[in-house]
Nanobody
Framework: EVQLVESGGGLVQAGGSLRLSCAASGLTFDDYTIGWFRQAPGKEREFVAAAAWSYELQYADSVKGRFTISRDNANNSIYLQMTSLNPEDTAVYYC????????????????????WGQGTQVTVSS
């Protein structure tokens, strides 16, 4: 059974930083593209960042230069370092996985991913 477990969310002031972690189990981690998505109240789930096994990386324009995604294939983990946070970053953040070694053109689509974690809340106060 594939499991993705996020951690690291919390409350932070605007301008602050947080590091989210996602621990994966039940899959051959190297074969998967891992993504981070977020969903704010009343809004659709949106793409944040993704990393393929080949270490190709992609970011949403709204987080470029502020967020950094990284993966540790040896430990089946993926991280999202978030800096310069602002209230618009407030959302539940989800880790997602799909079996794809390299990036597909659909990497930013919610439907591209087969497995999802339970989410971790990030709240940025002004």
């Amino acid at each position: 059974e594939v499991q993705l477990v996020e951690s690291g969310g919390g409350l932070v002031q605007a301008g602050g930083s947080l590091r989210l972690s996602c621990a994966a189990s039940g899959l051959t981690f190297d074969d998967y593209t891992i993504g981070w998505f977020r969903q704010a109240p009343g809004k659709e789930r949106e793409f944040v960042a993704a990393a393929a096994w080949s270490y190709e990386l992609q970011y949403a324009d709204s987080v470029k230069g502020r967020f950094t995604i990284s993966r540790d294939n040896a430990n089946n983990s993926i991280y999202l370092q978030m800096t310069s946070l602002n209230p618009e970053d407030t959302a539940v953040y989800y880790c997602a996985a799909t079996r794809s070694v390299h990036f597909s053109p659909n990497y930013y689509r919610v439907g591209f991913y087969d497995y999802w974690g339970q989410g971790t809340q990030v709240t940025v106060s002004s």
